[in-house]
């Protein structure tokens, strides 16, 4: 018995043209993306840590992740009040890409991660319970973006022109 494999062929290339247009319909967009909390939030917010957040998302550096870059400023408030990071500017390297079970920003070695919930043509929301920030020498970094640790937390930032991420 021969089996015509023309139409299994036709059928796995529409199946894969589906699967790649949904990927590329929830595709971590690049962009710069900034939020800079006003005293005023941050006194109605004492557990927040993050006065300032901003988060370069570019180009493809692998098939299927983006090169990241997050800059936070720390506020002496909530777990980092009195620290050394207090008020410290902290950087750190992500890969974003959707090969996860959805839009997903990775720090190397189990640094933590973060998850993009919702994303228009004017900001991001993304959540993380664990996403460690700043150069350490070891894998990870200095601080956590969580104000609790394994508890949620989310921020809202908006796109901004490309010239705020400008040397990130």
């Known amino acids: 018995?021969?089996?015509n494999m023309k139409p299994c062929m036709s059928a796995l290339a529409a199946a894969m043209t589906v699967m790649a247009s949904a990927a590329l319909a929830s595709d971590i967009r690049p962009g710069c993306y900034e939020r800079v909390y006003s005293s005023s939030h941050l006194a109605s917010h004492p557990a927040q840590h993050v006065a300032a957040i901003r988060m370069k998302v570019g180009d493809w550096i692998t098939n299927v992740s983006r090169d990241t870059r997050m800059e936070v400023v720390f506020a002496n408030q909530g777990k980092l009040r009195g620290t050394a990071e207090a008020g410290r500017t902290m950087a750190q390297f992500l890969?974003?890409?959707?090969?996860?079970?959805?839009d997903r920003c990775q720090v190397e070695c189990d640094g933590g991660s973060l998850d993009v919930t919702k994303?228009?043509?004017d900001y991001m929301v993304f959540r993380t319970r664990y996403l460690m920030v700043g150069d350490a020498q070891s894998c990870g970094g200095y601080v956590d973006l969580a104000e609790h640790p394994g508890q949620w937390v989310s921020y809202k930032l908006n796109r901004v022109s490309a010239s705020a991420c400008s040397g990130m």
């Open 1 to 3: 018995m021969r089996i």
């Open 95 to 102: 890969f974003c890409g959707t090969e996860s079970r959805g």
């Open 119 to 121: 994303q228009t043509n």
